[in-house]
């Protein structure tokens, strides 16, 4: 099997895949002062809780944009699996080309969905990846990535607020039933993921503006996508979009 992992600002995504599909997929912390030991630990035991063993894995694909984890995450690899992930990044064979201005700078989760969005649902494509920043990526119907918009993220927003005003609490990110709420927390609950929805609707519909092609989809990602719940101007809701372009990297480049 094939494990694929993304390193993200505040979670580690893993999956074992069979090439035609993901199998079981895991969501841990990406904690920083954790030893590879360590990582190997939790590992084999995530993989040990649904019949799975190292000895099960024929190689290993690794997006991340947290540099400081990729050592020890790859050594990690390296110790329990007698593997060395593939690091994606445009230098790999990805189907796509480039009009971004350094596609070295270009985060290796916005390729890796950029390759799911046009190897699932097509290109022109526009993928909204919804976790501590939020950020668009678009890929025109030759498959050339264009480039997009980062945003921060609504949790990312919200601790800020909490942090930066005294009397405002940190709250849960629940959707009040009315824009018009009648307590503080339910206030910040409001402004927050409505203020969201508008904010993603607003870039969405500027980014097919510009990129004038109607017929471009609009797929959403990460962790926070259940909370824009709103078909008007989402397409598709894919939460393994990242997992799934990267076991198709795995394909391209093996």
Not at 76 to 105: E, F, Q, R, W
Request: charged content about 20%.
């Amino acid at each position: 099997m094939i494990l694929v992992i993304d390193v993200g600002n505040t979670n580690i995504k893993l999956a074992l895949c069979t090439r035609e599909a993901l199998v079981m997929s895991w969501r841990v912390s990406n904690r920083t002062g954790r030893t590879a030991d360590e990582f190997g630990v939790e590992i084999g035991n995530l993989f040990a809780t649904r019949g799975f063993s190292f000895d099960d894995v024929e190689g290993v694909i690794m997006s991340s944009v947290v540099p400081s984890l990729n050592y020890t995450l790859t050594h990690a690899c390296k110790y329990y699996m007698n593997k060395t992930p593939l690091m994606v990044s445009c230098d790999i064979n990805t189907g796509l080309s480039y009009a971004y201005a350094d596609p070295h700078a270009l985060g290796a989760d916005r390729i890796a969905n950029a390759v799911g969005a046009v190897h699932h649902y097509g290109a022109p494509s526009v993928v909204v990846d919804l976790g501590t920043a939020s950020t668009f990526g678009v890929i025109d119907r030759n498959r050339c990535f264009l480039g997009g918009c980062i945003a921060p993220g609504i949790k990312t927003g919200v601790d800020a607020l909490s942090k930066q005003a005294s009397q405002l609490p940190l709250v849960e990110l629940t959707k009040p039933d009315h824009i018009i709420a009648d307590s503080t927390i339910a206030n910040i609950q409001a402004g927050a993921i409505y203020g969201f929805s508008g904010l993603v609707k607003s870039i969405v519909n500027q980014i097919k503006e510009e990129l004038g092609d109607d017929t471009a989809k609009v797929i959403a990602t990460g962790g926070l996508t259940e909370l824009l719940n709103d078909s008007s101007f989402i397409d598709i809701y894919d939460r393994a979009l990242t997992l799934k372009g990267l076991l198709q990297l795995y394909l391209l480049n093996e």
